[in-house]
C-alpha cells in the first residue's frame, strides 16, 4: 500500500542510468543547471537521466547553446522543477527540426509520436500524460504522515481550491499548507488562511481516503 508523497507519471521511470552530461561545448555550466535544478525543487536524478537521454539522441546540438538551453529547460520541468513549466513548454511549442523534436520527446520520456498531442493536452490540462488513464485518472500523492517521511501528522481536516492554476491548499492540525502541481511536479509549502477560488466544475479533485494521510490529485476522464 502506498503511503509516501508519489508523482505517478515517474511511478514506471524508464529512463536508463547515467552520468551529469557535460555543457561546456555549448558555454553552459553543468554543475550550475543540477544547482538551479536543486533549488526548484526538481529530481536531479531525473533531470540528468532525462537530459543526457535528450542529448544522446541529438548530438549534434551540444554546439547550439539555444537549443541546449531547450533541452535543459525541458529536462528541469521533466523533473519537477514547477517553476519552468512555463518556459519549458512554450520552448517546446518552438522545436520544429525532427532530430530535435524526438530529442525532446526523450527528455520528457514519450515517444516523438506523442509529442504533438502532449503539447496539445497540456495547453488545456496540466496533469494530462499518456499514462494517466492506466492509472484510473489519478495524478499524484502529497502530504504523507510525517513518521514516514511525508509532511504531516494527521490527516488533513479541510481542502481549499485556490485561483492559481494547480494550487489546493490543505488544513492540517490547525496549519495551512499550500499544494502546487502539475503532471511532472508538485510543491508543498507552509502557507497562510487561503482565499477560495470560486467554484469550478473542471474534473480535477482531491481524494483523502479514511485510512490515509496522502492527498491524492485525480481528474476525470472526460475532464
Keep these: 500500500m502506498i503511503r509516501r508523497p508519489l508523482q505517478l507519471a515517474n511511478a514506471r521511470d524508464a529512463f536508463p542510468p547515467a552520468s551529469p552530461p557535460d555543457l561546456s561545448d555549448a558555454?553552459?555550466?553543468?554543475?550550475?543547471?543540477?544547482?538551479?535544478?536543486?533549488?526548484?525543487?526538481?529530481?536531479?536524478?531525473?533531470f540528468v537521466r532525462a537530459l543526457a537521454g535528450g542529448l544522446a539522441e541529438d548530438t549534434d546540438v551540444l554546439g547550439d547553446r539555444e537549443r541546449v538551453l531547450d533541452l535543459v529547460?525541458?529536462?528541469?520541468?521533466?523533473?519537477?522543477?514547477?517553476?519552468?513549466?512555463?518556459?519549458?513548454?512554450?520552448?517546446?511549442?518552438?522545436i520544429d527540426a525532427p532530430d530535435d523534436r524526438r530529442a525532446?520527446?526523450?527528455?520528457?520520456?514519450?515517444?516523438?509520436?506523442?509529442?504533438?498531442?502532449?503539447?496539445?493536452?497540456?495547453?488545456?490540462?496540466?496533469?494530462?500524460?499518456?499514462?494517466r488513464a492506466d492509472e484510473r485518472g489519478y495524478v499524484l500523492a502529497a502530504g504523507g504522515f510525517r513518521g514516514v517521511g511525508g509532511a504531516w501528522i494527521r490527516p488533513p481536516d479541510r481542502v481549499v481550491r485556490l485561483a492559481d492554476a494547480g494550487a489546493f491548499a490543505f488544513l492540517v492540525a490547525g496549519e495551512w499548507?499550500?499544494?502546487?502541481?502539475?503532471?511532472?511536479?508538485?510543491?508543498?509549502?507552509?502557507?497562510?488562511?487561503?482565499?477560495?477560488?470560486?467554484?469550478?466544475?473542471?474534473?480535477?479533485?482531491v481524494v483523502i481516503g479514511p485510512d490515509t494521510h496522502l492527498a491524492w490529485v485525480h481528474v476525470r476522464d472526460d475532464a
Design 104 to 131: 525532446a520527446a526523450v527528455v520528457l520520456g514519450l515517444g516523438v509520436d506523442l509529442l504533438e498531442t502532449f503539447l496539445r493536452r497540456q495547453r488545456t490540462d496540466r496533469y494530462w500524460w499518456p499514462g
Design 73 to 94: 529547460a525541458i529536462a528541469a520541468w521533466r523533473s519537477g522543477a514547477l517553476a519552468l513549466r512555463a518556459d519549458a513548454l512554450r520552448r517546446l511549442e518552438g
Design 177 to 205: 499548507w499550500r499544494l502546487d502541481v502539475d503532471v511532472w511536479g508538485a510543491r508543498l509549502t507552509a502557507s497562510v488562511a487561503p482565499d477560495p477560488a470560486p467554484a469550478t466544475d473542471d474534473g480535477v479533485s
Design 27 to 46: 558555454g553552459l555550466d553543468t554543475a550550475a543547471a543540477i544547482e538551479g535544478v536543486r533549488r526548484s525543487h526538481g529530481d536531479v536524478g531525473i
